[in-house]
């Protein structure tokens, strides 16, 4: 049983003992906490809450809604939901704050809580630690019957997030409409079986065939949008002669497509097309964490552009996009941040975006990944023993590869040419992670050998 305890939020498993997993103790215990602290902060007694479709759903709600209500909080329940429609429904209900129940891409035994300000923006490292601070002080005041908090249901804000996506300029409705697309979705039993089919019905689609799309939980692979995991999708797309597929994680934050062919368009180029058609109609900076593709700035500097790199981590590359004002952002896990709309990964407006520039661009999806530069990443891990010292070890390699051009904003970031590898500390494991890039498959894991020797190298000089 696992309970994980960080600055954007709460996850663990379901079951066990309290303090050793998401149990109900703990999920009182953390939203108490988060309440009061929102409550400090804002002086505003109101959050929006919404969840994804886990088994564990609806007990987790209950809880965090009780807890709410126990310390004078009105709260909206949106139900099932999505992250990125509770991160928009959060300043439009003018709320002080927002709780999404959700594990992302963990599979079903998972829960979380993920907690947003009252931007419906991701909280701070520095808000997380209060809020955790909270936690393990037990100072929370819950308030006298006569002020306990009100629940309302609002089921609104699935039509409202698409009518928003639909009011963007750069979506094209009616083009999307006239490419007669036939798209296959793979939901993954969460709540992109509800909102996907809903937004590609409302862009114009007719037929779509709706795979894993009953929001009951029961995960039928994997939930992360992995190409491993996108068998079942990949045959279908065959199968039906589908013009594309689409691939949404559980709590519809992370796209990734799979072309007519049956290949995977590649989640880390989910983001480089969709700023790739941004970018064509809106001249401008982008930002995606260390870890993502280059490919991404290759692009980027093509239409003129400026490209940034931002820590790993939602927060740090949103505080990235708001520094250096891009017009489009995100993860190479398949997170689109598009501030027009808001900040932050939205699944929902990368379909959207994405449908639109390869109606426009007339050919195959596969055609349209082949326009992209080809980069490959290998991810690596070195696992370590639990009193050595990372920062020394990172600090001895980068001495060792000073003349490259580098990075210490998040781990160690080592550029050779269009090359790069990008070692960084878990921040749940004594491991190092290891993403290498490289123009083919050979030389980015070459290149991720080479410095796991260099560390391998090291570590025997320590002992």
Not at 301 to 324: D, L, P, R, T
Not at 372 to 386: D, E, Q, R, V
Not at 423 to 433: A, D, G, K, V, Y
């Amino acid at each position: 049983m696992t309970l994980i305890k960080s600055i954007s939020g709460i996850r663990g498993t379901i079951g066990g003992k309290a303090g050793n997993a998401l149990t109900p103790a703990d999920i009182v215990k953390f939203t108490a906490a988060f309440g009061t602290w929102l409550i400090k902060k804002t002086g505003i007694k109101r959050v929006v809450v919404g969840r994804d479709a886990r088994i564990s759903g609806q007990m987790v709600l209950n809880l965090v809604t009780g807890t709410l209500q126990g310390l004078g909080i009105d709260v909206v329940d949106l139900g099932l939901s999505t992250t990125p429609t509770v991160e928009i429904a959060v300043p439009l209900e003018k709320a002080g704050g927002g709780i999404i129940i959700t594990a992302s891409h963990n599979p079903k035994q998972w829960n979380a809580l993920k907690l947003l300000n009252h931007n419906g923006e991701f909280i701070s490292d520095s808000d997380g630690a209060e809020v955790l601070e909270l936690a393990e002080s037990g100072e929370m005041i819950y308030a006298e019957v006569n002020q306990m908090g009100k629940v309302s249901a609002d089921d609104s804000y699935l039509q409202k997030h698409i009518d928003l996506i639909l009011a963007l300029p750069l979506v094209d409705v009616e083009v999307i409409r006239n490419a007669n697309f036939k798209i296959v979705v793979d939901a993954v039993n969460s709540t992109g079986g509800i909102f996907v089919p809903a937004l590609l019905r409302a862009l114009g689609v007719e037929i779509i065939h709706e795979l894993f799309c009953e929001p009951d939980g029961n995960f039928a692979h994997n939930p992360e949008p992995l190409p491993e995991n996108l068998t079942a999708l990949a045959r279908t797309v065959l199968s039906k002669n589908a013009d594309l597929g689409i691939a949404v994680d559980p709590d519809v934050d992370r796209l990734c497509f799979v072309c007519e062919d049956g290949n995977v368009f590649g989640e880390e180029y989910t983001l480089v097309a969709v700023a790739d058609y941004v970018l064509k109609n809106q001249k401008g900076n982008t930002v995606s964490n260390l870890s993502s593709t280059r490919a991404l700035r290759d692009v980027t500097e093509k239409a003129g552009g400026q490209y940034f790199a931002a820590a790993v981590g939602e927060v740090n590359v949103v505080n990235e996009m708001k520094a250096v004002n891009a017009v489009i952002g995100g993860e190479g896990n398949g997170g689109v941040i598009f501030p027009e709309l808001h900040y932050g990964r939205d699944a929902l407006v990368g379909i959207a975006l994405f449908l639109t520039h390869l109606a426009k661009f007339g050919r195959s999806v596969s055609v349209l990944r082949s326009t992209y530069p080809s980069y490959h990443i290998s991810k690596n891990k070195i696992t370590l023993t639990p009193e050595m010292d990372i920062d020394a070890l990172l600090d001895t390699i980068r001495q060792k590869y000073q003349k490259q051009p580098h990075s210490v904003i998040d781990g160690l970031k080592i550029e050779f040419g269009t090359e790069w590898v990008h070692l960084r500390r878990s921040n749940t494991e004594p491991i190092i992670r290891i993403y290498s890039e490289g123009n083919s498959e050979q030389i980015a894991n070459s290149l991720a050998n080479k410095i796991i020797a260099d560390i391998k190298e090291v570590l025997q000089e320590q002992a």
